[in-house]
């Protein structure tokens, strides 16, 4: 599978931005989907993960309520719905995929800037 990232871009504190990782080369349904986010000078965070049918979903804490993670394998398609950001939110944004139930994010696609402006 290949993962493609799009959406980021610059969004004053409180905005939403919709991130997508969209998709292609193989079944979509046999993998899990993460996004992570990597802050200039930080190590890689995990922010959520969404099963292969969307029947389960997790978030870092420091953005439940905030994020929503949902996916529509008809379009292979995972999306991170984004509100109340905040400049701390501010990072690249990557999405990666872990084949059935593993938690092994071993494909990941190219990254999207989120920029959170004070």
């Known amino acids: 599978v290949q993962l493609q990232a799009s959406g980021g871009g610059l969004v004053q504190a409180g905005g939403s931005l919709r991130l997508s990782c969209q998709a292609s080369?193989?079944?979509?349904?046999?993998?899990?989907i993460g996004w992570f986010r990597q802050a200039l000078g930080k190590e890689r965070e995990f922010i959520s993960t969404i099963s292969r049918f969307g029947s389960e979903v997790y978030y870092t804490d420091s953005v439940k309520g905030r994020f929503t993670i949902s996916r529509d394998n008809a379009k292979n398609t995972v999306y991170l719905q984004m509100n109340s950001l905040k400049p701390e939110d501010t990072a690249v944004y990557h999405c990666a995929a872990a084949l059935g139930l593993s938690t092994d994010y071993n494909i990941w696609g190219q990254g999207t800037q989120v920029t959170v402006s004070s």
């Open positions: 080369g193989t079944t979509f349904t046999n993998y899990a």
